[in-house]
């Protein structure tokens, strides 16, 4: 399962590309990226993402497109992350095929177990705690709904939403498989140092969290981009 799941906002990137605080997210150790340019067109994303593909192949990590299915299935991208709003998860899935990594946004128990029945792969839960960066989202969910929607499904939750080297360690015990992160790491001068390190927060908590099935077939994909047989 991912540990670090960082998603790109180029309003808060300092002048770099996605491909660039990619590159970054991923030699400081993020287990995968998000491309998120909600204000782009399609050929200025595309170009991003096929950027991002190239250095997922490098790094071995995963790369995921946010709500576009035409342009993560353009680039060659391992997954696309659906809102409620964007195309259905089962016509996603039509599209995509078996193999791609579909995740979806959900902040309720039954949209959980909704998404979970119709074959998400994993779940993105939040905004946890109250965030600029994801204003469309209900804001300020808690730690509660995390450990509630943990234990109600069986897919990898991932917690986002205000999430920073001050709290990352607390959704982990709450039950989160992993964290996603926006500003904690892509506004910051050194980018592959704030990956590095809320990283390393996520693995000095998570042997103290108990182990279960969730992500069994998503951990089977990560060790094949990883090159495990």
Do not use: W
């Given at each position: 399962m991912f540990?670090?799941?960082?998603i790109t906002?180029s309003?808060l990137?300092?002048?770099?590309t996605?491909?660039?605080v990619?590159e970054?997210?991923?030699?400081?150790g993020?287990?995968?990226?998000?491309?998120r340019m909600k204000?782009?067109g399609?050929?200025?994303m595309?170009a991003?993402?096929k950027a991002?593909r190239?250095?997922?192949?490098?790094?071995?990590r995963f790369f995921?497109v946010n709500d576009?299915v035409?342009?993560a299935?353009a680039?060659?991208?391992d997954?696309?992350h659906?809102g409620q709003?964007?195309?259905?998860?089962?016509d996603?899935?039509?599209?995509?095929g078996?193999?791609?990594?579909?995740?979806v946004?959900v902040?309720?128990?039954?949209d959980a177990?909704?998404?979970?029945?119709?074959?998400?792969?994993?779940?993105?839960?939040?905004?946890v705690?109250?965030t600029?960066t994801?204003?469309d989202a209900?804001?300020?969910i808690?730690?509660?709904?995390?450990?509630?929607?943990s234990r109600?499904?069986?897919i990898?939750v991932?917690?986002?939403?205000?999430?920073?080297r001050g709290?990352?360690?607390?959704?982990i015990?709450?039950g989160?498989d992993?964290?996603?992160?926006?500003?904690?790491?892509?506004?910051?001068?050194d980018?592959?140092?704030?990956?590095h390190e809320l990283r390393?927060?996520?693995?000095?908590?998570r042997p103290?969290?108990?182990?279960?099935?969730?992500?069994?077939?998503?951990?089977r994909?990560?060790l094949?981009?990883s090159g495990?047989?």
């Amino acid at each position: 399962m991912f540990d670090l799941y960082v998603i790109t906002d180029s309003s808060l990137s300092h002048g770099k590309t996605d491909a660039e605080v990619a590159e970054q997210a991923f030699i400081g150790g993020a287990d995968a990226v998000q491309l998120r340019m909600k204000h782009s067109g399609g050929r200025e994303m595309l170009a991003q993402a096929k950027a991002v593909r190239e250095l997922a192949d490098e790094y071995c990590r995963f790369f995921f497109v946010n709500d576009r299915v035409d342009i993560a299935m353009a680039s060659g991208a391992d997954g696309v992350h659906l809102g409620q709003s964007d195309m259905p998860l089962p016509d996603a899935r039509d599209l995509m095929g078996e193999e791609a990594v579909i995740g979806v946004s959900v902040n309720t128990v039954a949209d959980a177990l909704k998404a979970e029945e119709e074959g998400a792969d994993y779940l993105g839960v939040g905004a946890v705690f109250r965030t600029s960066t994801k204003p469309d989202a209900e804001q300020g969910i808690g730690l509660g709904r995390i450990f509630e929607i943990s234990r109600a499904v069986r897919i990898p939750v991932v917690a986002i939403g205000g999430i920073n080297r001050g709290n990352i360690q607390d959704v982990i015990r709450a039950g989160a498989d992993s964290a996603a992160v926006i500003s904690a790491v892509v506004a910051q001068e050194d980018i592959s140092g704030a990956a590095h390190e809320l990283r390393d927060l996520i693995l000095k908590v998570r042997p103290h969290v108990p182990a279960d099935a969730r992500g069994t077939e998503l951990q089977r994909r990560l060790l094949f981009r990883s090159g495990v047989s």
